[in-house]
């Protein structure tokens, strides 16, 4: 039993609501998504599942413990890896995995096996400061140290924030790696392309669960007509689209703009309705979903 | 065991590796005690005096001759009139004027009333006053010997100084910067790197570990309390060899003193470590909370019999005014426990109190 059980969990600070209410599991051996944007409640949640916090109401467990009765267990069998890097920056690298494998208890040597693969990648550097590291090494670092005492279920607190785009693919390789180990993922980002590379993701929005499945099922569940449009004059596009009569939502999307219509609308009345605003080089194409429409959606 | 002995070197690492750290570290008692040593002295040597001579005869030759051969005192003028002297004060130039009367001899011997002034400059009242003493004594001493005589009744007052015959500073300052240094480093150090955990996020990933809070605070104190005792070691060396500062009583006993002393303040500093979240707030609590009382009120710089009595009940919450107690006891006056106990049960007491305080507060979790 090492999943991760949540039941209607609410947090607040003072006024402001974190958590509201949440309620999901987390299957055994499942590398699970926490999607939202800063101040969904995600880092919350995550220092109320590492005993950090106590939660306001409701219960959770962790790989079967209460995370208010036997916190002291679930800090034994648990890697953590906060938001922002949290090793010391003036200790080498090699000297910050030996301190956490021995605060837990164990040698880096035992359970070398299950972070070699990432280990080997920042070895080379072993003698350097982890402060002087890249971003992308500081990362694999620190997943090496939340590794390094073969923990049941893993937190990863926005590990991609803040890396360059090949690190992150790399990380996520290293993640897909540890699935073999059995070792349930809990990971927050923000990046929602990053989704899917979860098997199953949860939207979170100021403390709430928008929509809960795998990637591919949420995806799906977007059912209204999408389009991507561009013109000449983006932003003025932009501005034109959300007063039309036809949209639902008109979203920036890289060099497209997302255009959400009510059903029925097709895209000959959207190529006439940009051309009766004097917008030349139209360009309007059905588009597919993606997790952030569902997310713009959802909002 | 294992993870006490890794954390401990864990915090070597912190503090060899950290330039500041290391200054404030061995740089400080250093500079403290020189600076006390030779700058902030109330000893001197050659004050610059100017005498108006009105007698010029042969007693009062002597006398001035006495004052010079002192080595307290320099002549540096003979100014003929008052407004002379008084020039010479606001130039800063002389700080006692000695004024002797016309017929000083004759009227001396006479037994006549005679009377010498003595002008000091009050701008700063301590070096003044101190002069005005050494001034008295001496001619205290001078009429003595030329007055003597079983016809004369005269009471004479014949002061010493315990324990510090000569008015050594040293004395004093020495045990002072040993109490001021060893709470810098136990109890500032201590809730600085406290604080810095905290404040780089690395505190909640020991709290998500195994480690104990005990394990904890005992890991970032042990290395403190090192440092701290070869500090206090230090500075009494360069008492003892610099500054000729003795320690009578035993010296075990003092290793003692210093060591409980250590684990008041490292219990303070574990203390508003439990309140402080950054490394700034932590600062600013152990300067305004311990260092500047500790300096003001504990009796190193100002004595506490003189202070208002609001000011005498905060010195004696202050764990430095007991132990500057314990040190001067043990190191001049070669006290045993026997007359200690007092302040060590105080001092034991503080300890255990702050110790459940900061162990109630030391919190488990975030928040």
């Known amino acids: ?299 | 065991m294992q993870s006490y002995l890794a954390f401990v070197r864990k915090e070597f690492y912190h503090i060899l590796r950290d330039t500041r750290t290391l200054v404030i570290l061995f740089g400080m008692p250093i500079a403290q005690v020189l600076i006390f040593g030779y700058a902030v002295t109330n000893e001197f040597r050659d004050a610059p005096v100017a005498v108006i001579d009105n007698a010029r005869d042969e007693l009062s030759r002597e006398l001035v001759h006495e004052l010079v051969s002192s080595g307290y005192f320099k002549l540096v003028d003979q100014p003929a009139t008052a407004d002379e002297l008084d020039a010479l004060f606001r130039a800063g130039e002389v700080k006692l004027g000695v004024f002797i009367p016309p017929d000083f001899e004759s009227d001396f011997f006479r037994r006549k009333q005679t009377t010498l002034q003595f002008l000091a400059d009050g701008s700063d009242p301590n070096y003044a006053t101190t002069l005005l003493n050494y001034g008295s004594q001496i001619v205290g001493n001078f009429q003595q010997r030329h007055a003597g005589g079983p016809e004369n009744y005269q009471v004479g007052v014949e002061m010493q100084l315990m324990y510090n015959p000569e008015l050594i500073s040293a004395y004093n300052f020495i045990p002072g910067v040993v109490a001021i240094i060893l709470l810098l480093i136990s109890a500032m150090m201590t809730s600085l790197t406290i604080a810095k955990e905290k404040e780089m996020g690395t505190m909640d990933l020991l709290l998500v570990s195994p480690l104990s809070p005990l394990t904890i605070i005992l890991g970032k104190v042990t290395p403190y309390v090192l440092l701290s005792m070869s500090n206090a070691l230090l500075i009494l060396l360069l008492g003892y060899f610099v500054f000729d500062v003795p320690v009578l009583g035993s010296f075990w006993l003092l290793t003692g003193f210093c060591l409980l002393y250590v684990l008041t303040a490292l219990s303070l500093g574990i203390l508003i470590s439990t309140k402080a979240s950054s490394q700034q707030a932590a600062m600013m609590g152990s300067l305004f909370s311990l260092l500047m009382p500790s300096m003001l009120l504990s009796g190193f710089i100002f004595p506490i019999t003189s202070m208002p009595w609001m000011l005498q009940k905060v010195s004696g919450v202050i764990p430095a005014t007991y132990f500057i107690e314990l040190l001067k006891g043990v190191m001049l006056k070669g006290l045993g426990m026997q007359y200690l106990w007092f302040p060590t049960l105080v001092l034991a007491t503080m300890t255990v109190v702050l110790l459940s305080l900061s162990w109630f507060n030391f919190k488990i979790r975030t928040k």
Not at chain 1, 81 to 105: C, H, K, Q, W
Not at chain 1, 182 to 198: H, K, Q
Not at chain 1, 221 to 250: I, K
Request: contains cysteine.
């Open chain 1, 1 to 299: 039993m090492n999943g991760i059980e949540i039941e209607n969990i609410s947090k607040s600070y003072g006024a402001t609501l974190a958590l509201d209410a949440l309620t999901f599991t987390v299957q055994p051996g499942e590398r699970f998504g926490l999607l939202g944007p800063d101040g969904a409640g995600k880092s919350t949640l995550f220092k109320i599942l590492t005993t950090l916090l106590i939660p306001d109401t409701g219960r959770a467990s962790v790989a079967g413990w209460d995370v208010n009765k036997d916190f002291a267990t679930i800090r034994r069998h648990i890697g953590y890896m906060p938001g922002r890097f949290s090793l010391y920056p003036d200790l080498s690298v090699a000297e910050n995995l030996n301190f956490f494998a021995t605060i837990f208890g164990t040698k880096v040597k035992a359970n070398y096996e299950l972070i070699r693969p990432i280990y080997e990648q920042i070895e080379p550097f072993s003698k350097r400061r982890a402060g002087a590291l890249s971003g992308g090494m500081k990362q694999k670092l620190a997943l090496c140290c939340a590794l390094i005492h073969q923990p049941k279920v893993l937190f990863l607190d926005e590990p991609t924030t803040g890396v360059d785009a090949v690190s992150r693919d790399e990380f996520w390789v290293m993640l897909g790696e540890l699935k073999k180990a059995g070792i349930t993922i809990l990971v927050s980002t923000p990046y929602m392309d990053e989704a899917a590379r979860c098997e199953r993701v949860a939207l979170l929005q100021t403390g709430k669960i928008l929509a809960l499945d795998t990637p591919a099922n949420v995806v799906n569940a977007f059912n209204q007509p999408l389009w991507a449009v561009r013109a000449d004059n983006y932003y003025q596009l932009l501005l034109d689209l959300r007063q039309a009569s036809f949209t639902e939502r008109a979203e920036v999307f890289g060099e497209f703009i997302h255009l959400t219509t009510h059903t029925g609308t097709d895209r000959e009345s959207i190529v006439a309705y940009a051309q009766s605003g004097g917008h030349g080089n139209i360009v309007v194409e059905p588009a597919k979903a993606s997790i952030e429409d569902v997310f713009l959606a959802l909002m």
